[in-house]
């Protein structure tokens, strides 16, 4: 997605927090989360689109088997720690941390898959977007079961 950012006084960019409201936050990432939790979410799906477009150019996975590709992924998200934490002031390991715990990696990575939506179909709020893939959460946890199960 470019340099764009939450919002936060990062850098210029779409603001994406003032796109959504308190209710669509609430039911995204939970009523606990904190603004800084939703900014760093934000920030973090960003950084993630950005690396991962870059990546998939520069140096994509050399094949589609699962080596192959678990290889590209770790690079990937070694890049999204380290970027993350220079753009938070941060050391890796705070940042890995933060995106290792599985909830903020799953939000972010859903809400890196809303962005690319969003993009793709700029006539629907950002908002209706992130409503609609809270909603498809269920779809694709039983896919995922499915698929696991064998």
């Given at each position: 997605m470019d340099a764009e950012r939450a919002g936060?006084?990062?850098?210029?960019?779409?603001?994406?927090?003032?796109?959504l409201d308190e209710e669509t936050m609430?039911?995204?990432?939970?009523?606990?989360?904190?603004?800084?939790?939703?900014?760093?979410?934000?920030?973090?799906?960003?950084?993630?689109?950005?690396?991962?477009?870059?990546r998939m150019v520069e140096a994509p996975p050399a094949s589609l088997e699962e080596k192959d590709f678990q290889r590209f992924l770790m690079g990937l998200m070694n890049a999204v720690i380290a970027e993350f934490a220079a753009q938070e002031g941060i050391g890796e390991a705070e940042s890995g941390e933060f995106l290792g715990d599985i909830r903020n990696r799953d939000h972010v990575l859903e809400f890196n898959e809303v962005l690319e939506a969003s993009?793709?179909?700029?006539?629907?709020?950002l908002k209706e977007h992130l409503r609609a893939a809270v909603e498809g959460r269920q779809d694709k946890a039983i896919w995922a079961r499915h698929f696991r199960s064998g």
């Open positions: 936060g006084g990062r850098e210029d960019g779409p603001d994406y927090l003032g796109m609430n039911l995204a990432w939970g009523p606990d989360r904190s603004p800084e939790d939703r900014r760093r979410i934000v920030d973090a799906a960003v950084i993630f689109g950005r690396i991962f477009d870059e993009a793709q179909d700029p006539d629907t709020s």
